[in-house]
């Protein structure tokens, strides 16, 4: 599968922010797609995960309560909806895939888009 990361930008804090990743090519009910972002001297971060089939999701702890994951069958393209926004947000956000348990490691993920930036201005 190839995945294409859109969306990212510059938003105020509290806001909101959609990101998008198209997938195309093998698109399977075990499809799992996920955000991962990394900020600057900092680790790279599990944010949330969906898989295609059955929707079932799971979320890192930065993101729960505040960003839902979901995926537009009809678009091949999952969304990452990112709402209240801190500046701690801020980082490079990257969609990444695999087939099978939706789990949030990366080191488990074999397909990867490239990175988008999202900052967030206090």
């Known amino acids: 599968v190839q995945l294409q990361a859109l969306g990212g930008g510059l938003v105020q804090a509290g806001g909101s922010l959609r990101l998008p990743c198209a997938a195309s090519g093998r698109i399977f009910s075990n499809l799992v797609m996920g955000w991962f972002r990394q900020a600057p001297g900092k680790e790279r971060e599990f944010v949330a995960a969906v898989r295609w089939g059955d929707m079932s999701t799971i979320y890192g702890d930065s993101a729960k309560g505040r960003f839902t994951i979901s995926r537009d069958n009809a678009k091949d393209t999952s969304h990452l909806e990112m709402n209240s926004l801190i500046p701690e947000d801020t980082a490079v956000y990257s969609c990444?895939?695999?087939?099978?348990?939706?789990?949030?490691?990366?080191?488990?993920?074999?397909?990867w888009g490239q990175g988008t930036l999202v900052t967030v201005s206090s």
């Open positions: 990444a895939a695999r087939y099978g348990s939706v789990l949030m490691f990366g080191r488990y993920y074999n397909y």
